[in-house]
Nanobody, 129 residues
Framework: QLQLVESGGGLVQPGGSLRLSCAAS????????IGWFRQAPGKEREGISC????????YYADSVKGRFTISRDNAKNTVDLQINSLRPEDTAVYYC??????????????????????WGQGIQVTVSS
């Protein structure tokens, strides 16, 4: 079965950190631009960080810039998102996605919140004291 699976979410206090991981099964990630998206209650889905096939280009939404870091290991078929200095407004379901369109860029992927080839089921991140 071809799928993406997120892990590493949970409950954390404001100011804390989490590391989310996205693992692919049934296909290899090296031919795909990868992105992280999130959706908070009552809000639209938001692209927060995306990374190119060779990790030579990245994109971050203004809301997470300087606090989140995206990375990938194509040999392990995984993509990670390091999340620091968490705020209550970061509370959301976080999704990873893969896009194999030949002309896709990290910015283009993060700005486009649908139509990508594969989506994970999502994982909850809750920031609360």
């Amino acid at each position: 079965q071809l799928q993406l699976v997120e892990s590493g979410g949970g409950l954390v206090q404001p100011g804390g950190s989490l590391r989310l991981s996205c693992a692919a099964s049934g296909f290899t990630l090296d031919n795909y631009v990868i992105g992280w998206f999130r959706q908070a209650p009552g809000k639209e889905r938001e692209g927060i960080s995306c990374i190119s096939r060779r990790a030579d280009s990245t994109y971050y939404a203004d809301s997470v810039k300087g606090r989140f870091t995206i990375s990938r290991d194509n040999a392990k078929n995984t993509v990670d998102l390091q999340i620091n200095s968490l705020r209550p407004e970061d509370t959301a379901v976080y999704y990873c996605a893969a896009d194999g369109w030949a002309f896709r860029t990290p910015q283009g992927m993060c700005v486009t919140t649908n139509g990508h080839d594969y989506w994970g089921q999502g994982i909850q991140v809750t920031v609360s004291s």
